[in-house]
């Protein structure tokens, strides 16, 4: 499989922790995504990093990218109750695109 | 924008009955997809297509299964005859245009179970 592998499966912490995912793949990428995905809802499109990237911010998110290893995490910084969802990354190699197994993310009130 | 918009958002159906899902999706985009979610495989790409022309269905898991889009606003995907497998939940999603580096914009899903 050329998917993208999460790790934790399951996270939980504390409204205001630091949340820390990571994801691996297993060929060379041109671009790897992170998406969030809400109970009952579709996925929503996070954040982009390139592969000449190590390390992107969109707002309290921050995404770092290893090709040596090819890994990738996801961290989310003063977490939410509202950042509750499962979270994963995709990517592929060329046109290629695969999502990954996910993480689900618990953060309590 | 509306977004990607499916329905219906539920469907629950008996064993060897027909399944229509519907996408209208964003518009102005050239690519749709047609995803199938379940616990125990995760996100699978069933279909996708380009400028409603279908580019890649390896997914499609049987003959069963089938998906058309008529024109850029409107996709369908069909399952005949249904089975209990087939209950997950289906998403369609679009993008301007394929490559890795464009997001995918998803609807909220189609809820099947088959019973």
């Known amino acids: 499989s050329q998917q993208g592998e999460e790790d934790p499966q399951a996270l939980s912490i504390q409204e205001g922790e630091n949340a820390t995912m990571n994801c691996s793949y297993k060929?060379?990428?041109?671009?790897l995504q992170w998406y969030r995905q809400n109970s009952g809802r579709g996925l929503v499109h996070l954040i982009l990093?390139?592969?000449?990237?190590r390390e992107k911010h969109s707002g309290r998110l921050r995404v770092t990218l290893d090709t040596s290893k090819k890994s990738s995490s996801l961290l989310i910084t003063a977490s939410r109750a509202a950042d509750t969802a499962s979270y994963f990354c995709?990517?592929?190699?060329?046109?290629?695109?695969?999502f990954g197994t996910g993480t689900s993310l618990t953060v309590i009130p | 924008d509306a977004g990607v918009i499916q329905s219906p958002r539920h469907e629950v159906t008996e064993m060897g009955q027909e399944v229509t899902l519907r996408c209208k999706p964003i518009?102005?985009?050239?690519?749709l997809f047609w995803y199938r979610q379940t616990m125990m495989r995760g996100l699978e790409l069933l279909i996708y297509?380009?400028?409603?022309?279908?580019?890649?269905d390896s997914g499609m898991p049987e003959d069963r299964f089938s998906a058309k889009m008529p024109n850029a606003s409107f996709s369908t995907l069909k399952i005949q005859p249904s089975e209990p497998r087939d209950s997950a939940v289906y998403f369609c999603?679009?993008?301007?245009?394929?490559?890795?580096?464009?997001?995918?914009?998803f609807g909220d899903g189609t809820r099947l179970s088959i019973l």
């Open positions: 999603a679009s993008s301007l245009g394929r490559h890795s580096n464009q997001p995918q914009h």
């Open positions: 060929t060379s990428i041109n671009n």
């Open positions: 990093i390139r592969s000449n990237e």
């Open positions: 995709a990517t592929g190699p060329g046109n290629q695109f695969y």
């Open positions: 518009s102005g985009h050239d690519y």
């Open positions: 297509f380009n400028n409603n022309v279908p580019i890649d």
